[in-house]
């Protein structure tokens, strides 16, 4: 009996042990360099390489706010037709586009707007089984004072990569894909209504750089042509890519110099690149992107 | 006998506290140094293992569009229970752009600045130093 009652106390700590180290591996940190095989074309890791190149929707934002361009409410998607997305395609697409908008919001610290917004992803990423990275209540608690917006912009990008990662994780990378085409469309789409009424130069720069961005998106998209959706979302992106394909990048190389600035390390970078993109191109861009805008946000890419 | 057992127990639920350093408490506790002057952008997670005998040193790589004009800041914390200490190095193409070792007083930075002036799709590695297994964080950020 002692020495059961010994084995039981010794087994005990074990069971416990693994249990928490279970559960502590799903919170433990996982590289996101993890690669799986499936039956892309393209490896999982590259895939996963690719979507995480896209920019951050803030970027463009804080780019816009750099330039002391006004907040404009008519770039905001519409979330009128929210109710309407069944559809992961369309789910996943419009999360993308409300989270560009939330990034928009929250550089112009649009604090009391953020909400609807908030709320359009919250109901479509429920719909997707993916709400669970989205803590609602703490967002609107975040949303309600201009003092707390770094940590909505935090816990914003937060979410949307935690999101990301398990979706990765669960062989759903064409969903996070869809993601991240809806970023960048939305974001694009920002740059250019700004443009129209406010030309700029470093905003044209930033439109031209896009094409760095959607090579890579067009890689991915083509990826899950096989679906009918994909298909047409393909076809429009290679629309676009061939308008950006007249737009020029050049670079000039250079060495980078280390310095040590009040005991922070400081690089600054020689390289340099320029972007030359004329006004007839940015039309174009911009007209494209408004049709496959308005196609993404009235769920009219047919199925 | 009993003694025995206490010791076994504690050392067991000790090993099961100090392993749970390495989860998103160490992303939150890195997220803290971004300043009120930068905005947070991405974190990148490493767990490497460690080098093994004749083999490569372990890497933990990630891809990032960073943008002309724009001043950004990468953060790399390790974790506490961690063996190594982290290095993050950025490189475009090939070429090491930039990195927390600071090869002239060869000291291993907890962070750098970066003003890019090349809009590139540029890499991301995280190592530890001596190829040592670690738990590590890198935050990038950019000034407002």
């Known amino acids: ?303 | 006998m009993i003694r025995f057992i206490s010791i076994i127990i504690f050392l067991l639920f000790s090993t099961s506290f100090a392993s749970s350093q390495c989860n998103q408490s160490l992303v939150t506790s890195c997220s803290a140094k971004v300043s009120s002057s930068a905005m947070f952008m991405q974190q990148y997670r490493a767990k490497l293992e460690a080098q093994g005998e004749d083999k490569d040193l372990p890497l933990a790589r990630f891809s990032v569009l960073l943008n002309k004009g724009n001043t950004y800041k990468f953060d790399v914390c390790s974790a506490n229970d961690s063996e190594g200490e982290a290095i993050l190095q950025l490189y475009d193409g090939g070429k090491l752009v930039a990195s927390t070792f600071h090869n002239a007083s060869q000291n291993n930075f907890k962070a750098f600045e970066f003003f890019c002036r090349k809009s590139a799709i540029y890499k991301i590695q995280i190592s530890f130093i001596e190829g040592k297994p670690g738990c590590a964080v890198g935050i990038l950020s950019m000034k407002k």
């Open chain 1, 1 to 303: 009996m002692n020495n059961k009652l010994v084995l039981l106390i010794l087994i005990l700590p074990i069971l416990f042990t693994c249990c928490v180290n279970s559960i502590g591996d799903n919170e433990d940190l996982i590289a996101d360099t993890v690669t799986s095989a499936n039956n892309l074309e393209i490896s999982q890791e590259s895939m996963e390489e690719l979507i995480s190149n896209v920019s951050s929707p803030i970027e463009i934002a804080s780019l816009l706010r750099n330039e002391k361009v006004p907040f404009d409410r008519a770039c905001i998607a519409s979330t009128d037709n929210i109710d309407n997305m069944i559809s992961d395609f369309d789910c996943a697409i419009n999360i993308g586009i409300l989270g560009a908008d939330l990034g928009y919001l929250n550089i112009y610290e649009k604090t009391s707007s953020v909400m609807s917004t908030v709320s359009g992803i919250n109901k479509l990423s429920n719909k997707l089984k993916v709400g669970q990275f989205f803590n609602f209540s703490l967002l609107k608690r975040l949303a309600t004072s201009s003092k707390t917006l770094d940590s909505l912009i935090y816990t914003s990008i937060l979410s949307f990569n935690n999101m990301e990662a398990y979706l990765r994780s669960t062989d759903r990378t064409n969903i996070s894909a869809l993601m991240i085409t809806g970023v960048w469309v939305e974001s694009t789409s920002l740059a250019t209504m700004v443009y129209k009424e406010k030309p700029n130069k470093k905003i044209a720069e930033r439109i031209g750089e896009q094409k760095l961005i959607l090579n890579n998106l067009v890689i991915i998209i083509d990826n899950y042509k096989s679906d009918d959706r994909f298909e047409e979302l393909a076809t429009d992106l290679h629309e676009l890519k061939n308008i950006f394909n007249e737009v020029e990048i050049t670079t000039v190389e250079g060495e980078p110099e280390t310095v040590v600035e009040n005991g922070m390390l400081v690089i600054h970078q020689t390289s340099e690149s320029t972007v030359h993109i004329t006004d007839d191109q940015i039309d174009l861009i911009a007209l494209k992107i408004s049709i496959l805008r308005e196609k993404l946000i009235n769920n009219s890419i047919s199925s």
